[in-house]
Structure formats: C-alpha cells, structure tokens
C-alpha cells in the first residue's frame, strides 16, 4: 500500500484505505508512489462478523442499467464522431473550392492516411451496429 497512507491514513481516513494486490497494481492506481512509498501489508481475515446474501445485493444493484448508459454513452460518441466527419468533410470541400492558387488540403494528406482514416471511420460504424 502507499506509505503515506500507512503512516497517516491507517484507521483514520474517512473512505478507508486501499491494499493493493501487488506493486505494479499500487503503481497503475496510484500515480505518487515514487514520492509517497510503497509498503507491504499482510491482511489477516480474523473472523466474519457480517454475512451477506450475495444474490440478494445482486438483486438490488442495478447493472443492466450501468451496462445500457454505458452503450448508449458509447453511441452518443460515436454519433458526435460521425457529425464531426461530416463537418470536416464541407470544410475541406469549401476550402477546396477556393482553391486559386493553394494546394488541395486533400494532396497535402498522404493516400496512407486517408486510408487509415476511412478504416477508423468503418470501425466506428461496425461498433456501432454491434451495439
């Protein structure tokens, strides 16, 4: 666990502190462990004094629901994405229709990446149907 939280926060913190299972999870989770330290921990189960009904907390937690705003945040994305390429789709056409003595924006872009762009965008809409 972080060091700061072992010396200071043990017991003490409001939201309790975290164990982390091992030193690359701490370090993934928290980004001050080069300034704050690391400390090992063993936890000891001592006794249960609460038992829980798994199924029933199941039951109250609302999962289905996290899971259908999660795809439709997913798709609102994907929406904005497609919106945003059709908007820089008309300025590129605009800035190419007064084109008198500029080069196309579209020359400047190598062919690699106009194709890598049409993949991206071909994903975006995969992922979308199968959502």
């Not at 666990?1 to 409001?14: N, Q």
């Not at 249960?48 to 999660?70: A, G, L, P, Q």
Request: hydrophobic share 30%; glycine share 4%.
């Amino acid at each position: 666990m972080d060091k700061v939280d072992f010396d200071y926060e043990l017991g003490e913190a409001l939201g309790g502190s975290k164990v982390y299972i091992d030193e690359q999870d701490l370090r993934n989770h928290q980004p001050c462990v080069e300034s704050c330290g690391i400390v090992t921990v063993k936890v000891t189960l001592h006794e249960v004094i609460k038992y829980s009904d798994f199924e029933s907390r199941c039951e109250r937690t609302n999962s289905r629901e996290h899971e259908r705003n999660k795809i439709e945040a997913k798709r609102t994305a994907i929406d904005r994405l497609k919106e945003r390429i059709v908007l820089l789709e008309k300025e590129i056409e605009e800035i190419e229709k007064t084109d008198n003595e500029w080069v196309k924006i579209s020359d400047l872009i190598p062919e690699s990446k106009k194709e890598a762009f049409k993949e991206r965008v071909k994903q975006f809409i995969e992922r979308e149907d199968e959502i």
